[in-house]
Structures are given as structure tokens and as C-alpha cells.
């Protein structure tokens, strides 16, 4: 029965997709992950072929050992080979090896190498123009080649890393004890811009580039801009599917050059209905990200991305030390005590007391009309709360987007710039605001009135092309005189004005989520490809 069952498990890997015979063509990670506690090898002295790159090679006198990486894994596969096989090869030469794989001599740091008995070069690397050499590259260097900054081996594991994460993202909404989230996709080109900063990139055609759109005519008839954020759009989403999440990319011109912002990134937004507590959303946010990291840890990548070292690697650090204190890391975020909350209004009052009694030195002063600068968020979550992570609740409206619903007993405050509305930044250690997210304004004349005050209610001789409902009468839209217009935010109205709930959502910053698990500082070394002012190159 032993017998029969290993040659029906070789005869089984021999075969591709066709049926036909094919080499036994395993992946690196195959290879290592299968040698056992007792030094042994369920592929131990079978012939098998590899495919990847040369990731270094000595050559000597009698023989020649050659590192070959698939991205499968951090670790190299050593294969050891004749001087005459080791001719053509160089560090990043496409390459298919095969051999035998045998147990290594005592007291080698590997446990199996491959004896080559054949080498096929597929792709050669001229090594003397290649890049890419076994020796340290600064992030500065490796960003200015993002083409080939991924075949480093912590670039490569950084991007399985990202693979896993949104693996294990989806289970962890679809698992959630509400009864699951549906993943639902947004559109990316939008009407408006809805964080209300102003920092959008316009939609453009090629052909209509040095013409004036409002003579030539826009493509969509009203000007259109890439999605700096999906919450509207999760908003109509919800109000049917009731909990619903998307991971999309957004786009911000803003000129920022530092190493926490990007124009290109991934925003991680859900939206929840009939949610009426800010409490109970803050508590969603927790428990989401605590789930994911719990799934996350036991993964093959995580370990990885736990132990590896980087000397030498893009947002690398070295030693053991810093793999000490992001396995810390982890552990907090998934065993640590409930993280605090704390008012926008506590927070200053915290900011100011430890500036008159603690001796706090701030490049700007904390008030409540001035917000929350870097330098307070840092203060608050390393100093205040002991580099834990707390949710700050109840910001100034005045600071906020329209569609924020008023804190409870902040309805019946006279001034609008004393009133609070239900939103929470989440802030981290070190990385400082990770995550962000409110109750939404859900009654109609409430929302409509938040729109006039912030200006994003037009009259209708100052732009008619947009069309706000008119009934032949002249009746305006509900709440709104005749003469005002709506505009492209008119459909977001509707969604309050049939069958509306409460509800509310949060989006989370991805990529510089994943940077924090990852021990990364800079953002620009977590995505593969970064886009930020100034710097798109490929």
C-alpha cells in the first residue's frame, strides 16, 4: 500500500494540466517547506526541476553554487553545479534546473541542495549593466527601478504579503458574526470629490488636451474626476445589501513629499446599515483588524515577514531586535487590552495640560478650532496612551465633510462652531492615523441643509447644465428653494429621500496598514509601483 501510494503521488505530480508527462516542476517554497524536523525530505533523492532566477553564484575551481529564487519565498534554493554548467550564469539569469535533491553534509546551513544535472538558460542578465547585485541598495536607489525592485527578495515577500492580506480580508468580512459583509466595486471615475478638498485629478480625454472643455464640450457632459473615496457609493450599496466593503484604489493630487502620503493608493471602506452607535462602529473597526491579524499570523508569509532579515533591504531594518518588536507588535494588536477612546474635546484638553504642567514642546499649539497636527497624534497615542491604539471620537463639524451626523447632544448647540459630529480617526503607534470613519447624516432636511452650508448647493443660473428635478409647476427638489440646484450630489440626496436608515462606515488605509505589519516606515517602499508628487516612472 506505501508503495503503490508514493508512486501514485510522483505519477500524479509528473503529469500537467493536458495529462501528458512533464517534468517534476516544483516551486522553492515547495522544496524547503517540505523537509521534515528530522533533517529529511519528502522529495529527498528525487529528480525534480526548478524555474527562476539566479540570485547569486560563486564559481571555484571544482565546483560552482548558485542561489535560484522563484518569489515563492524569502529562501534561495542552492544548487550546486559544475564549472562547465555554471558558465553562462549570473546574478538575475532566467533559468530551468534540474538534479537530484540531496541531504547537505552535517553542519551546512541548508539541510538539502540540488545536484544539477541539467541547466537550460531561458533568459540571460548581462552582468555587468543587471542592476540588481547581492549587495545593499538603498530604498532611494531601488524606487528609481520599481520594475525591478520586486525581484529583491523582501520586495518579492512585501508583495505576498499584500496578496495574503487581501485573502484573508475577505474571509474576515465574510465570517464577521453580523452576518457577513458582500464585496461590492465602486466606480473610480466620480462626479464629485468627496472628502471636499479639493485634491482631485480631472478627467480628461487625449484629444481634447490645450482645448477648453467648456467650449469643445466634456466627454461626459459635466466635468469628472478620479474617486478620492467609495462612501458615497457604498452608501447606495448598503441602503439594499446592508453591510458591504470594498478595497479600491483612490487618487489625491495633493502635493505631498513625504514618506506617508502617495496620489496612488488602496482605501479599504465598508458601510454599514441601520447602524446608529458610534460606539458600535468604532467596536467593528477593532474587531475587523484584530481578525485579520489573528489570520494573519500563522500564515507561511507573516512568519516570513516576522523573522526575515533585512539587511540591505527596501524599509529594511537590521538585526534582531526589530523583528523582536514587530512580533510585539502583532501580538498587541491581536491580544492587547480594548483600545481607548477618548473625545476630540479630551484630547486638546490633554494636549494643553501636558504643554503647561509636562513640559510638551508643539511646533503648532493645540486648540480646539486649530485640529489635530501630526506632532498631537504622536503625543496622544506614545505618550498619552503608552503606544496603544485609541480611537479619537467627536471632531469639530467645521472640520469635517457634510455628511457627518451631529454627536449625541451636539444637535441642540446654537454655534456651528461648537457643534461635534459622530466620526473617529483610529491612530496607531508610530504611523499615527491609520483609519477613519463616522455615522452618516441619513435625514434629508438635514443633509440638504449641511450641503448649503458648505457651499455645494448651486443656483440655477449659475450652472443649469446639471439639472436639478423640477416639476412643471416650478416645485424644487424637497427642501430646496427653485432657485437652488443640486447638481451632481442630487442621487446622494435621494438615497435620504426614499426608504433612508442610519448607518455608517469607516475607510482604512491600506497600504500604510500593511506597512505597519510589515515594519515599513515609508509607504513608497509598500506599494510596488508608487505615485506621488512629482515621481510616476513607470
Same mark, same amino acid.
Given at each position: 500500500m506505501q508503495t503503490w501510494r508514493r508512486t501514485f503521488a510522483t505519477s500524479i505530480a509528473r503529469l500537467d494540466h493536458s495529462g501528458k508527462a512533464a517534468g517534476h516542476v516544483l516551486r522553492c517554497a515547495q522544496l524547503l517547506q517540505a523537509t521534515r524536523q528530522d533533517g529529511t525530505s519528502s522529495f529527498q533523492d528525487q529528480e525534480i526541476r526548478v524555474q527562476g532566477f539566479i540570485r547569486s553564484v560563486r564559481k571555484q575551481k571544482r565546483f560552482a553554487f548558485a542561489e535560484i529564487s522563484d518569489g515563492s519565498t524569502v529562501k534561495p534554493v542552492q544548487a550546486i553545479l559544475t564549472p562547465g554548467q555554471a558558465t553562462d550564469l549570473s546574478t538575475g539569469t532566467a533559468v530551468e534546473i534540474s538534479g537530484l535533491w540531496k541531504a547537505c553534509p552535517p553542519g551546512k546551513e541548508q539541510t538539502h541542495e540540488l545536484q544539477t544535472t541539467d541547466v537550460t538558460v531561458v533568459g540571460a542578465a548581462d552582468p555587468e549593466t543587471y542592476p540588481i547585485q547581492k549587495k545593499y541598495h538603498s530604498p532611494e536607489f531601488l524606487r528609481q527601478i520599481p520594475h525591478l525592485?520586486?525581484?529583491?527578495?523582501?520586495?518579492?515577500?512585501?508583495?505576498?504579503?499584500?496578496?495574503?492580506?487581501?485573502?484573508?480580508?475577505?474571509?474576515?468580512?465574510?465570517?464577521?458574526?453580523?452576518?457577513?459583509?458582500?464585496?461590492?466595486h465602486a466606480p473610480l471615475i466620480t462626479s464629485s470629490d468627496c472628502e471636499g478638498a479639493g485634491e482631485t485629478f480631472t478627467i480628461l480625454p487625449r484629444e481634447s488636451m490645450g482645448t477648453d472643455p467648456e467650449v469643445s464640450g466634456h466627454f461626459f457632459r459635466t466635468p469628472k474626476y478620479l474617486t478620492v473615496s467609495s462612501q458615497l457609493h457604498l452608501e447606495a450599496y448598503a441602503a439594499e445589501l446592508g453591510s458591504v466593503w470594498a478595497l479600491t484604489p483612490v487618487f489625491r493630487a495633493e502635493k505631498s513629499d513625504t514618506p506617508r502620503h502617495l496620489s496612488e493608493f488602496y482605501m479599504l471602506e465598508a458601510e454599514v446599515n441601520f447602524m446608529r452607535d458610534l460606539g458600535a462602529l468604532t467596536d467593528l473597526v477593532e474587531d475587523l483588524i484584530r481578525d485579520l491579524t489573528r489570520r494573519l499570523y500563522?500564515?507561511?508569509?507573516?512568519?516570513?515577514?516576522?523573522?526575515?532579515?533585512?539587511?540591505? /533591504?527596501?524599509?529594511?531594518?537590521?538585526?534582531?531586535?526589530?523583528?523582536?518588536?514587530?512580533?510585539?507588535?502583532?501580538?498587541?494588536?491581536?491580544?492587547?487590552?480594548?483600545?481607548?477612546?477618548?473625545?476630540?474635546? /479630551?484630547?486638546?484638553?490633554?494636549?494643553?495640560?501636558?504643554?503647561?504642567?509636562?513640559?510638551?514642546?508643539?511646533?503648532?499649539?493645540?486648540?480646539?478650532?486649530?485640529?489635530?497636527?501630526?506632532?498631537?497624534?504622536?503625543?496622544?497615542?506614545?505618550?498619552?496612551?503608552?503606544?496603544?491604539?485609541?480611537?479619537?471620537?467627536?471632531?469639530?463639524?467645521?472640520?469635517?465633510?457634510?455628511?457627518?451626523?451631529?454627536?449625541?447632544?451636539?444637535?441642540?448647540?446654537?454655534?456651528?462652531?461648537?457643534?461635534?459630529?459622530?466620526?473617529?480617526?483610529?491612530?496607531?503607534?508610530?504611523?499615527?492615523?491609520?483609519?477613519?470613519?463616522?455615522?452618516?447624516?441619513?435625514?434629508?432636511?438635514?443633509?440638504?441643509?449641511?450641503?448649503?452650508?458648505?457651499?455645494?448647493?448651486?443656483?440655477?443660473?449659475?450652472?443649469?447644465?446639471?439639472g436639478a428635478e423640477r416639476k412643471p409647476d416650478g416645485q424644487a427638489y424637497p427642501y430646496t428653494s427653485p432657485d437652488e440646484d443640486l447638481g451632481h450630489l442630487q442621487w446622494y440626496a435621494d438615497l435620504r429621500r426614499w426608504g433612508t436608515a442610519p448607518h455608517g462606515g469607516f475607510g482604512l488605509g491600506y497600504d500604510r496598514f500593511l506597512g505597519y505589519l510589515a515594519g515599513v516606515s515609508s509607504v513608497r517602499d509598500v506599494v510596488p509601483f508608487p505615485r506621488y508628487f512629482g515621481r510616476a516612472d513607470c
Open positions: 525592485r520586486l525581484r529583491t527578495p523582501f520586495n518579492s515577500l512585501l508583495a505576498r504579503f499584500r496578496s495574503e492580506c487581501s485573502y484573508q480580508l475577505g474571509n474576515a468580512f465574510r465570517d464577521h458574526r453580523a452576518g457577513g459583509f458582500t464585496q461590492v500563522d500564515t507561511p508569509v507573516a512568519q516570513e515577514i516576522l523573522s526575515t532579515k533585512r539587511t540591505g /533591504e527596501s524599509g529594511g531594518q537590521e538585526g534582531s531586535t526589530q523583528g523582536d518588536a514587530l512580533r510585539q507588535r502583532w501580538l498587541g494588536l491581536m491580544e492587547g487590552p480594548r483600545w481607548r477612546r477618548i473625545t476630540y474635546t /479630551e484630547a486638546i484638553k490633554m494636549l494643553q495640560h501636558a504643554v503647561e504642567h509636562d513640559g510638551a514642546v508643539f511646533e503648532y499649539a493645540p486648540s480646539w478650532t486649530g485640529g489635530l497636527q501630526l506632532e498631537h497624534e504622536k503625543y496622544i497615542v506614545e505618550t498619552i496612551c503608552r503606544n496603544q491604539p485609541v480611537f479619537v471620537t467627536d471632531y469639530p463639524a467645521a472640520v469635517k465633510p457634510f455628511y457627518m451626523l451631529p454627536s449625541e447632544g451636539s444637535t441642540g448647540v446654537k454655534s456651528q462652531e461648537d457643534s461635534t459630529v459622530a466620526c473617529f480617526d483610529l491612530l496607531l503607534p508610530e504611523i499615527c492615523e491609520v483609519a477613519g470613519g463616522s455615522l452618516r447624516e441619513h435625514r434629508l432636511p438635514n443633509i440638504i441643509e449641511n450641503m448649503r452650508r458648505h457651499g455645494l448647493i448651486k443656483q440655477q443660473e449659475e450652472d443649469a447644465s446639471e
